[in-house]
């Protein structure tokens, strides 16, 4: 339990969606739709495989009432703070006319980040840790050009 509340407080300093730096090795849009509608299949085909994998071994090493508080803990303390901020990143990059998707967006998010705690707890650096560093730099990693890991991430 010491490992999700380190996690949990590490991830209350993230800056959702709040870039103020541009990233070279970032393949970077603007558009929440063509994140959505372009990506998202790619998106799945590289995240799926992951999630099965670590599933498994989570399952086998935590099982699945850990499993699930580990969702259940990220997802009540990073609701309201990413809900925020994607309302504010929505608003400063002029996507307005781009609202609708909030809900699927948001939890792609809170998919991801609970992975990446899982990870942790397991002691495994893959590919939820990847994205969860990208969230650190304030992006929304969508997809990935190319096969995980060589390649580039695709981010809004």
Excluded at 75 to 86: A, C, F, L, M, Q
Excluded at 92 to 119: Q, T
Excluded at 135 to 148: K, L, M, Q, T, V
Aim: aromatic share 14%.
């Amino acid at each position: 339990m010491d490992e999700i509340n380190e996690f949990i407080q590490g991830i209350k300093l993230i800056n959702w969606f709040n870039h103020d730096h541009s990233e070279n090795n970032y393949y970077v849009i603007s558009s929440v739709f063509e994140a959505y509608d372009k990506w998202n299949k790619k998106m799945l085909e590289t995240w799926e495989p992951h999630i099965y994998s670590l599933e498994n071994t989570a399952i086998e090493k935590l099982g699945d009432e850990q499993i699930d508080l580990i969702f259940a803990t990220v997802s009540s303390e990073i609701t309201d703070k990413i809900y925020e901020n994607w309302d504010n990143f929505i608003v400063e990059n002029h996507l307005e006319n781009e609202i609708g998707l909030e809900n699927e967006m948001l939890d792609m998010v809170k998919r991801d980040v609970s992975w990446a705690c899982v990870e942790r707890v397991l002691n495994i650096q893959g590919c939820f840790t990847t994205l969860l560093n990208i969230y650190s730099n304030g992006y929304f990693p969508c997809s990935w050009i190319g096969d995980y890991p060589n390649g580039q991430v695709v981010v809004l």
